[in-house]
Every structure is written in structure tokens, then in C-alpha cells.
């Protein structure tokens, strides 16, 4: 498809000039080998002007014509052209070695191979055979023939062939240095260019004499009659006498790399691209418009100059967007320098090169040394955060300056690695991008650096570049970040183009690839190919000056595009089958500023042939690159029409010429099937057949997979867990064209029911119910019930049971679901436990009225809680409620009943009721204690002291004990009778006890005296060398101390008759449900089961 565009979209303006690499002609074509990737220029008015004419993406070594067939060698393969370099036919694979020199006698073609020796073809190049004898393992440096015989040249002499290669002999006789520059004919006389000079051979090779250059080194030599043309890589020499005399004819402070007779012109390929002479020799002039062969490294705008940093030809600039160029290497300071990077800095512009740093602080007029020498290989990258410029070098250093380059320091990143490509930031976030470990971070200006690779796809990052707090990276996928490099996600850019130049202009991001320029307007999610005009050669960079956009290519200089450039592209012509409804989208992409409203309208004919009876049917408002949609409604008949497009800003249309659209008529298919299904079954699917249709099965969403084919019109599935399917069948019928029919259907889960109802329970109990939650459209059905009977129905939400037996039984529920007929099992398993017997409450069942703190008890079983209540009379529950045993107040006379619960761990209760009898009495003052134990002057165990005295008519007690050479230790009130206490060893103490009622206060008891011996200790076998029982009677609570805290332990208490009293792995027990007596306590290691026995007394 073609479309009208209003202009080209790039175009060359230097800067010109460059490497020449070959030079050849066929009639009036004067052609030129390029440097880098430049490929082929030709000129047609003696080289006056020049065009690329192919290969603008080789790297071309050699150029030879023979008749009017131009050769081009260059890496792995060669290249001829049979009209005039319009168009290039590849022969030959060499691997990845460049063919050095060609030529050709009738139809033989032989060339020289770098590392490969020398090939042959005799069929124009449609195969090659090696033909190295004789020269195996030399490198060939240039070949030329006499007739039907052969020279060649090489790292070590010359060599000719008689039979078309087959066999190479040595013809070095009269040479003084083997190592062959270039070779020449004219007749019958041979011309050698070596490092000792040009020699001159009359006799097929058989002896050489030296014509001139006497120890220098000719290496390109060109003649036409007697004259002989010259280089020895500086300057031009020329003998008119078949090389028995030279005189220089100027270039003599240019490198000069090749010389050659054109017409009456002298040709020179230079460094500087090629040189012209019309009076042999006398003057010269340059010769390089349009031979914009140049490789750029770089582009930078300081003020209102464009610069360019190019590899080996130092630094041009331009004052009018890329017109015209001229140096800008400071006297030719830079003159010959790879100039990688250049960085504006204030009014200083900076150059990273392949030696040093330079810096010009007027518009790159003077240029003047800044360091950094001889300290590495070169300077890759330039960057400045407003403290520091840094220079990130070749051999992976990096070094920064903080006075504009006067000093640097060196600083590292923390492993070794290859190149740093380039250093940038954010806020006080440094990063640096290197090509083999991917990107580093800093915050602290370089001290220290870590990996910030989270994300990357690579380690070999060529650029870093920062727009809006957001930072992007290029390798051969584009990433970004925009939390200061701690992820990195990918950007959609699937070309697998090496990018090396990243712009922001607008919302526009422009990128520079291995293969051309691409844009985006949605942040990378859709790229434009804005590469019209382009060569195929890679770009190196871009930059924005006045709506222009110069974009530098590594061998072919500098292109330029207006931005505000406006037209359409589109990429090849096009015949259209569309299938009616469907929509298209043309490849036709928008460059340049359309106004911001304007609105792209697609037509289409009535006809295949003419643009008649144009109809809309699609419209696009955009200003940006877009894809234009073509969209034809189902209701419209199907026809065949050419393509017209509108826009309304600027004004215009764009018409397909080579292109027509047929619209089609569409399948309509159906999917039947079920609407609702279980989990985890099996359900067919269909459509109508159609014996001329194509089918084609897709899983939209949902956990469901295929069992059948899923080519057929019906399709089996296996639907997996509960939630919507999406199932799509395309119907394709034999025109291409395909309908889609969608059916979302629910998998339905069949709900666990989950039973509720106690699962211990009792004999003694009445009637148990148990249920679920009723669902719409379930129904239930009970089973089971080995140990007990149903009251109720089975087929309800809920039963009622009546357990008969103790035991272990197993209640069992399927519900139903009516709507798919699926069911769901549950199960609830309970246990039966048999009739509490009723506890026995032991205590004084007659009491006087207002006594304090009287015991009742009950036996304590494991596993069981307790309740105490007082359901009627005057007294009151003092301190807890819920264990074996229980302490009371009374008051007046009268008669209490107290109650007694208790539960075990399946439910099951009993009670047990006790009457108690308050009587009155009469208090009096209390009367002074007498005391029972420990006797005087009594030796006593320090783990078990037990102190008792008279109960009287004192309703509390007040204790006192001290050490005899200290103050009293333990000042307490007691409401009982005894205390049981850990006493320090090995001490002598004093104690006395008073009593307390309502009326007063008695007289202290006598003062008793005791001495406590050594503690006993036994060894535990653990970390510890003992253990001590601590009973603290004050709360009931007994403390085992002096055990290895890292081990675990078993504490059993048995009573004096050998009953287990208490269990537990507590070290601290509470010994309340314990009456009075004599205990053994076992402490058992869990780990190595040693065991320790302790005995001791609870004493109220």
C-alpha cells in the first residue's frame, strides 16, 4: 500500500569525510569504500559529490571492478554488483574473516581471506574452493595479475600461480622485506609495494629491483602508461618514468591510505575521507560532499552549536542543526582521537577520549588537557551531580573531580568489571552501568557502591538516562525504575536491538537502536518505526535542538529530521481479505506534529478499481503515531473497495493505490451446553456442524480442562474447582473467516456441611440436638447412631437423639444439591461418657456464729473443675470459687446450705448438697497463744519448718520470726492456726505469735528459739547440683528450684498410701487441693528420665 507523504523524513549533512578504504571505477562511476558499516558510495561527476548506493551497514575492506562488475569484500563474505551498486548479490561464507583482496582473470575470481589463505570461483561466485598451496598459514595482503598469471602477496613474500591458484610458488628474489603492502600491473611489469620501498619486476616475478622509497613503506600503488602513483600512508608520490625517478605531489601531512588514477584525475583516500588533483598533483582539494562516512560516538548542544565525537576523527560542530560541519578539535589536539563521550558542565564542554579529558570552556574553539592520562585506557562516560564529575573509563575504573578536572580521585566499584558505559542519578542516588555486571548503585558520591540489578534481564547495560525522577536503561530491552533502582521492570521493546540512546521529548521516548529510531507515546506499551531515511547502520545517539532531531550513526555520520514534519508511512502494498465486523489495523504509522484535534477519516469504494462512492467507515482522532483501524459493521453488505484516508489537520488525503479491501461474511456458531455444573465433573459442550467449518476450542478462565479434542464442534470437559468458565469456540469457514461464540457458565461447589451440636456428652443428660445451617435447594439425610436412637426425622436440617450406651459413636450427614444433583458427606464423632457419682463435701458442719475462714473440701479428681455456691443462709464465699476446696464465712445464727459441682472434660455434672449449723457463742478479749511447735532450742530442716499453735478464741493471728542478729524477717496475719515455711540454713531464730478478734488484741505468746541445719541438696544428674522444695504456705504454692531451666520435667506427688495426688511439668505447683499430710514429690528428667525424690508436709 502507498501513500502520499509530504516529505522525507531524514536526511545527511555530515559531517563529511571519513576512512577510505578502496577506491575502484566502472566507466564514469568513480566508487569508494566506506569505514565502519558505511558501505559503498558512488560518484558520478568525478567525484565531485558523492551518494552511498548499498551495504550502508558493512564494513567494506576492498573494492575491485573487472568489466562492468563491481566487487566488494568485507567480513565473511563478498559482495558484486552487476549494476553499478544499484543492488548487491552475497557469495561465499568466511566465518567471521574479511576478504583482504580481489581479483579476476576471464573467469576465474580469486580473493584473500584473512586467517583463511586465498579462495577460488570460478561460476561468478556461486561456490568457493581454497586454493592455499604453498602459502598455508601466511596471510594474504593483496593479489593482481599478468595475464593468466597470478600474484599474491603476503605477510611473508610473494608468491605466484600459473594454474589458477592450484599451486603458489615464492618469486622473492631481489625483495629485501617479504612483507607485501600492495601489488600493480601495467603490461607486463609488476610493481611491489613493501616497508623497504616499490620494486619493479619486468620479468613475471623472477627478479625484483627497487625503483624508489629506499627503507619506506609504499603501501598503495597505482599506474596508467609510465606514470606511477605512491604512498607511503603520509603524502602522494608520482614517477612519470615507469618509477625511475619521484617527486611528492602534496598531502603530505594527511595519512593516505590509497592512491588511484581516475581519468585525468589523481584520487587519494584519506583519513579524511577523498582528495582530488587535475594538474598531477600540484594542488588538491577535498572532495567529501555527500560522503558522510564518518563514525559518530556521541552528540551534545552547548549554546547554539550541535557537536559531534567521532571514533579516530576527533570532534566536528555545527551552528546550523547538521547542515554543514567543520572541526573542532583545538588545533589539532583531538585531531586523531576515538572521542566517546562529550558533557556539558556549566560553560566547560568535556570530552572522555581514548587517551584522556578534555575540556573547552569556549564552544570547542581551544581545547586543553584535564586529566586522567595514562591512568586508564580511556574515558567512556561523562556525568556531573553538581558535586562531583565523574568519568566511568574503558578498563572499569572510575574516577571523580570536584574543580573541574584539575584533580580526579579514583574510586572502585566492588568487584571487577569491564567497561563502565554510563554514570547518572537521582536525587542523591548515583548510578553507574557497566557491560558486564549489569548496574550499581551509590549514596554517598562513589565511597561505596551496591548491586541494583533487581529485575535487569542483563548484565550488559549500555546507557543510562533519567527523565522525571523516572531512570531507564537500555541493553538490548529497555528497563525502567522509578524507585531509585531497588526493582527494574522490562519495557515492552521486542526487537532484540542493541539501544544506545534514550530521549525524552514531551511525552514522547525516543530511542536509538542497532537498526533505526523508534518512538513511543504510551510509555513504551506500542513503539513507532520513525527510521524513514535512515541507514541500516546503527545509531549511536540523539538529540533535540529546535524542533530538529539529529541522530548520530556509527559510520555514516549525522542525519537530521524537523520534528514538526508531517506525512504518513506505510510498509509495503496491500490486497485485503476482511472478515465482515472484523477489525483491521493498516500498518500505516503517523510521524511529525499533526494539530492536536485533527481526526483521520478511513473511506473505503465501491470499487477495486476507482476511488467512487467513497463511504466512511472509521475515524481516528490523534496527533500522535497510531495504527489506523479499518472497521466494517456486521449490517453493512460485504464488497470489494480501495482505501482513502483523511486528516483535517493539516488538510489532506492519502490513497491507496496499489490496495483494495473485501469484506466477507462471518460464521455465527452457538455454544450449548449445561449453565450450572458441580465441582469435579465431567460436561459436554457443542455447537451446530457445519461440514465446511473449522472449530476451535479455548479455556477463557477458570480451573476446567479438555478431554476431548478440541478441533471437533463438541468438546468434553472436566470442570475442577467451584467458579465462572469462560469457554470460547471459534468457527473458521473456508474463506479465512472466524466468528466467536462465548458461554460462561457456574461450577458450582456442593457445600461441606459442617454438623453443630456437643461432641461429649453424658448418660445422665436428657435429649442432644444436633444441626447445619439450611441451605436453598439442599437436602439432608442422618445416618448412624450406634449408641443411641433418633427422636426426630433423618431427612431435616436437624435431629434430636437420645444416648442410651457409653461410648464412642459416629453421627453421619449427605446433603444434596437439587440443582446438579451433587452431594457432600460429613461426619461428627462423639463420645458417650457414663453418670457422675455425686462428690462428698467434708468439713464442719457446725459452726459459731461469726467464724472466719472455714474449710470445706471435696476429693480432688484429674481432670475435673469445680463450683461452689451457697444457695441459701448467712455466709459468703471467700477467695476462689472453682477449686476442690473452699473457704466460708458466717454470720448469725442459722442454717447454710452450701452446694457443690462439679464437671469433668466430656460435660458430664453431679451435685452434692450440704446443710451447716450456726450456733451462737460469746467472744471474749482474745486470750494469749500457746504455742505447740517447734520446740525450744530445736534444730529444724530448712526446707520444711512447720510452725503451729492453740487455736483460741482469735479470729486472726499476727506471726513474727526474725534472725537473732537481725530485725524481724517475716511480719504476717494469719487467719489459721499453722505455717509452713523455708527457713535460710544454718541460723539461730526467734518467734512469737499474738491474736485478733473484734474486742482487742492478746498478750504475745512466749518467744521461741530454733537453729536450721545445711540444706540438703541431691544431684539431679542435669547442669544443676541440686534441688530444694520450697512449700510457701502463705499462698499454697510449692516452687522447685535449682533445675537446669533448659530442660523439661515431670513432677509427680503421690501421697503417703502411694496415690497419685498431682501431675504436672509446672515448677511451680499450687498444692490447695491437697489436705494435710505427708507427700512424696518425683521430679523426673523428660529428656534422660534421672529422677529425684523429695519429701515434704502440708501443715494448716
Keep these: 500500500m502507498t501513500f502520499h507523504s509530504t516529505n522525507a523524513q531524514w536526511a545527511s549533512g555530515g559531517p563529511f569525510g571519513g576512512d577510505v578504504k578502496g577506491i575502484t571505477s566502472i566507466g564514469n562511476n568513480l566508487y569508494v569504500a566506506g569505514a565502519v558499516h558505511a558501505g559503498v558510495f558512488r560518484s558520478i561527476d568525478n567525484g565531485l559529490t558523492w551518494k552511498i548506493c548499498g551495504l550502508d551497514d558493512i564494513t567494506i575492506t576492498c573494492l575491485y571492478s573487472n568489466g562492468n562488475t563491481i566487487y566488494a569484500g568485507s567480513i565473511g563474505i563478498l559482495y558484486y554488483s552487476n549494476d553499478y551498486g544499484n543492488t548487491w548479490v552475497p557469495s561465499g561464507n568466511f566465518s567471521f574473516n574479511y576478504v583482504t583482496s580481489i581479483t579476476k582473470v576471464d573467469s576465474v575470481i580469486i580473493i584473500g581471506v584473512n586467517n583463511m589463505g586465498a579462495y577460488r570461483s570460478t561460476n561468478n561466485g556461486s561456490s568457493w574452493s581454497n586454493v592455499s598451496n604453498g ?43 617479504n612483507y607485501i603492502f600492495s601489488l600493480c600491473t601495467r603490461n607486463n611489469s609488476l610493481f611491489t609495494g613493501t616497508p623497504s620501498g616499490i620494486y619493479k619486476s619486468n620479468d613475471f616475478g623472477a627478479t625484483h629491483t627497487r625503483v624508489g622509497f629506499s627503507d619506506t613503506s609504499v603501501v598503495s600503488i597505482s599506474v596508467k602508461g609510465n606514470s606511477v602513483l605512491a604512498t607511503s600512508f603520509q603524502g602522494v608520490y608520482l614517477s612519470t618514468n615507469n618509477g625511475t625517478s619521484w617527486k611528492s605531489v602534496g598531502l603530505s601531512t594527511i595519512s593516505v591510505g590509497i592512491v588511484y588514477f581516475y581519468g585525468n584525475y589523481f584520487i587519494a583516500g584519506t583519513s579524511l ?47 546550523n542543526l547538521g547542515d554543514t560541519w567543520e572541526t573542532s578539535s583545538g588545533d589539532g589536539m583531538l585531531a586523531n582521537q576515538n572521542v566517546w563521550h562529550l558533557y556539558v558542565l556549566g560553560n566547560y564542554l568535556f570530552a572522555g577520549t581514548n ?74 542516588n548515583l548510578f553507574a552501568a557497566t557491560n558486564t555486571n549489569g548496574v550499581f548503585k551509590s549514596t554517598n558520591n562513589g565511597d561505596s557502591w551496591v548491586s541494583a540489578n533487581n529485575g535487569l534481564g542483563s548484565a550488559n547495560i549500555q546507557l543510562l538516562y533519567v527523565s522525571n525522577n523516572t531512570m531507564y536503561a537500555s541493553a538490548d530491552k529497555l528497563y525502567k525504575t522509578t524507585n531509585n533502582g531497588q526493582s527494574w521492570s522490562a519495557i515492552n521493546f521486542e526487537l ?95 510521524y511529525g506534529n499533526f494539530g492536536p484535534n485533527n481526526t483521520f477519516t478511513i473511506q473505503v469504494s465501491d470499487s477495486p478499481w476507482s476511488f467512487t462512492n467513497l463511504r466512511s467507515i472509521a475515524s481516528v ?71 465446511f467449518s473449522t ?85 439432608y439425610e442422618w445416618l448412624g447412631l450406634k449408641k443411641g436412637k433418633l427422636i426426630s426425622t433423618n431427612n431435616q436440617s436437624s435431629i434430636t437423639c437420645l444416648w442410651d450406651s457409653e461410648g464412642i459413636d459416629t453421627i453421619k450427614l449427605k446433603q444434596y444439591y437439587s440443582k446438579t444433583g451433587c452431594a457432600k458427606d460429613t461426619f461428627l464423632v462423639v463420645h458417650i461418657a457414663k453418670k457422675l457419682s455425686q462428690p462428698n463435701i467434708f468439713g464442719n458442719l457446725n459452726v459459731q456464729s461469726k ?24 455466709a459468703y464465699i471467700i477467695g476462689a470459687m472453682n477449686k476442690p476446696s473452699v473457704r466460708l464465712a458466717f454470720g448469725t445464727k442459722g442454717y447454710v446450705k452450701l452446694r457443690l459441682s462439679q464437671f469433668n472434660s466430656q460435660g458430664c455434672t453431679s451435685e452434692s448438697v450440704v446443710t451447716i449449723n450456726i450456733y451462737e457463742t460469746t467472744i471474749n478479749v482474745p486470750e494469749q497463744p500457746l504455742l505447740v511447735k517447734p520446740p525450744s532450742n530445736s534444730i529444724q530442716k530448712i526446707d520444711s519448718v512447720v510452725f503451729c499453735w492453740r487455736k483460741n478464741n482469735s479470729t486472726n493471728y499476727n506471726f513474727l520470726i526474725a534472725h537473732t542478729s537481725s530485725n524481724y524477717i517475716i511480719d504476717t496475719t494469719l487467719m489459721d492456726t499453722t505455717l509452713t515455711m523455708l527457713i535460710p540454713e544454718n541460723g539461730v ?112
Aim: net charge neutral; hydrophobic share 30%; with cysteine.
Design 135 to 177: 602459502i598455508n598459514g601466511l596471510q594474504v595482503t593483496s593479489l593482481t595479475s599478468i595475464n593468466t598469471t597470478f600474484f599474491l602477496g603476503t605477510n611473508n613474500g610473494l608468491f605466484k600461480s600459473t594454474n589458477n591458484g592450484d599451486n603458489w610458488l615464492p618469486n622473492n628474489s631481489g625483495l629485501k622485506n
Design 851 to 874: 467464724d472466719y475462714n472455714i474449710e470445706f473440701r471435696t476429693d480432688s479428681i484429674m481432670g475435673f473443675s469445680y463450683k461452689w455456691n451457697i444457695d441459701s443462709g448467712d
Design 273 to 319: 575521507g577523498v582528495y582530488l588533483s587535475s594538474n598531477n598533483g600540484n594542488t588538491w582539494m577535498s572532495s567529501n560532499s555527500g560522503l558522510n562516512n564518518m563514525p559518530i560516538e556521541d552528540l551534545c548542544v552547548q549554546g547554539n552549536y550541535v557537536f559531534a565525537a567521532t571514533f579516530g576523527h576527533g570532534i566536528y560542530r555545527s551552528s
Design 355 to 428: 587517551e584522556a579529558v578534555y575540556k573547552s570552556s569556549n564552544f570547542g574553539n581551544t581545547w586543553e588537557y584535564s586529566g586522567l592520562q595514562q591512568l586508564c585506557n580511556g574515558v567512556k562516560c561523562l556525568y556531573s551531580n553538581n558535586q562531583y564529575l565523574f568519568a566511568g573509563t574503558i578498563d572499569g575504573g572510575i574516577f571523580r573531580t570536584s574543580n573541574l578536572g584539575n584533580t580526579w580521585e579514583h574510586i572502585t566499584l566492588p568487584i571487577q568489571i569491564g567497561v563502565v558505559e554510563s554514570i547518572n542519578s537521582i536525587g542523591t
Design 695 to 779: 472449530y476451535r476450542w479455548n479455556l477463557l478462565y477458570g480451573n476446567a480442562s479438555f478431554l476431548t479434542p478440541t478441533n471437533n464442534n463438541t468438546v468434553t470437559m472436566f470442570l475442577q474447582n467451584a467458579g465462572n468458565i469462560s469457554l470460547k469456540c471459534t468457527q473458521t469457514n473456508t474463506l479465512g473467516c472466524s466468528q466467536d461464540s462465548l458461554k460462561v457458565f457456574l461450577v458450582t461447589p456442593t457445600p461441606k456441611p459442617i454438623i453443630l451440636g456437643p461432641s461429649k456428652v453424658c448418660l445422665n443428660n436428657n435429649f442432644t440436638t444436633y444441626s447445619v445451617a439450611q441451605l436453598n435447594d439442599c437436602s
Design 989 to 1100: 531464730y526467734k518467734w512469737k505469735v499474738r491474736g485478733t478478734n473484734q474486742l482487742g488484741i492478746s498478750e504475745w505468746s512466749e518467744t521461741r528459739y530454733f537453729t536450721t541445719d545445711a540444706s540438703l541438696f541431691v544431684n539431679s544428674h542435669d547442669a544443676q547440683t541440686s534441688v530444694i522444695i520450697k512449700p510457701n504456705p502463705s499462698n499454697d504454692v510449692l516452687t522447685i528450684v535449682g533445675l537446669d531451666k533448659e530442660q523439661t520435667y515431670e513432677i509427680l506427688i503421690y501421697s503417703e498410701i502411694g496415690e497419685l495426688a498431682l501431675q504436672t511439668n509446672q515448677l511451680s505447683i499450687d498444692l490447695c487441693c491437697l489436705p494435710n499430710g505427708i507427700y512424696f514429690c518425683y521430679i523426673v528428667n523428660c529428656k534422660n528420665k534421672n529422677t529425684i525424690l523429695r519429701k515434704f508436709s502440708v501443715v494448716r
Design 621 to 691: 482522532t490523534t496527533n500522535k503515531s497510531t495504527d489506523l483501524p479499518i472497521y466494517q459493521s456486521k449490517s453493512s453488505l460485504p464488497f470489494w473497495g480501495k482505501i482513502q484516508i483523511n486528516s483535517t489537520d493539516p488538510p489532506g488525503y492519502y490513497q491507496s493505490l496499489n490496495s483494495a479491501i473485501r469484506f466477507i461474511e462471518l460464521p455465527n456458531p452457538k455454544i450449548d451446553g449445561p449453565s450450572e455444573v458441580c465441582e469435579k465433573s465431567i460436561a459436554t459442550f457443542q455447537v451446530a456442524p457445519d461440514k
Design 496 to 590: 532484540g536491538y542493541f539501544i544506545n540512546s534514550i530521549r525524552k521529548q514531551n511525552s514522547s521516548l525516543i530511542i536509538g537502536t542497532e537498526r533505526g529510531v523508534y518512538r513511543s507515546t504510551d510509555e513504551g506499551k506500542q513503539w513507532d518505526d520513525i527510521s524513514t531515511g535512515l541507514p541500516n547502520n546503527g545509531i549511536t545517539s540523539i538529540v533535540f535542538k529546535d524542533s530538529v532531531f539529529l541522530a548520530a550513526t556509527y559510520g555514516l555520520s549525522v542525519f537530521k529530521s524537523a520534528s514538526q514534519q508531517i506525512g504518513l508511512t506505510v510498509i509495503g502494498d496491500y490486497k485485503f481479505e476482511v472478515c465482515n465486523g472484523d477489525t483491521i489495523y493498516l500498518p500505516i504509522r503517523v
